[in-house]
């Protein structure tokens, strides 16, 4: 009965010992992180703290990048300053029209009755097209996980969008056909 007695206390006070060491090494920690882990909620960026962060552009210039809201932006693969707003268009999208002359207005394609709309989706991604005033807009690209989105070539009656991984490459192709939006996918190797 001894014997389990002073086992008991044993393990009792083997217990005690980690308990206090392990709050040595955590109080050790802390002290080495200089006292903040106790501290105040760290403040977030202002503004200009942000504005002043290094810019890494990243990709080539015809990489499109999908946004939340399902619309694209072309990276101009240089980094902007802080007096820009955004980058020129160099997709090829085509967003004035006749009767404004061409301004950078943003048209509505689908207040004219005869609009044609196209979704193809394959492995690699989604687009969706447009045809307004004779000509294809591209609307949205969105690539599947692993695989990026990038405009090949746009004319005003043929779009071509990429879908690249590092295994294969699908390719999304719009054109106008006897008036009518055809859409066409498939794959190539990738080169």
Do not use: C
Request: charged content about 15%; aromatic content about 4%.
């Amino acid at each position: 009965m001894a014997a389990t007695m002073r086992q008991r206390l044993l393990l009792v006070a083997g217990w005690l010992l980690a308990a206090i060491g392990s709050g040595l090494v955590a109080s050790g920690a802390v002290a080495i992180a200089g006292g903040q882990v106790l501290d105040r909620a760290l403040q977030p960026l202002t503004a200009a703290e942000v504005a002043a962060l290094p810019v890494v552009a990243v990709g080539s210039p015809d990489t499109v990048e999908p946004h939340a809201s399902g619309g694209l932006v072309p990276t101009a693969g240089e980094p902007t300053d802080d007096n820009s707003v955004a980058p020129p268009d160099t997709t090829g999208d085509r967003r004035g029209s006749a009767s404004t002359g061409g301004s950078d207005a943003p048209v509505d394609p689908f207040s004219t009755p005869s609009t044609q709309v196209a979704i193809e989706k394959n492995e690699g991604g989604g687009a969706s097209f447009v045809i307004s005033d004779d000509t294809i807009i591209l609307l949205w690209a969105t690539p599947s996980g692993g695989y990026i989105a990038q405009l090949r070539a746009s004319t005003a009656d043929a779009v071509t969008v990429s879908f690249t991984s590092n295994r294969n490459v699908w390719l999304v192709e719009a054109v106008i056909d006897e008036g009518r939006l055809v859409v066409r996918s498939s794959q190539v190797p990738l080169t």
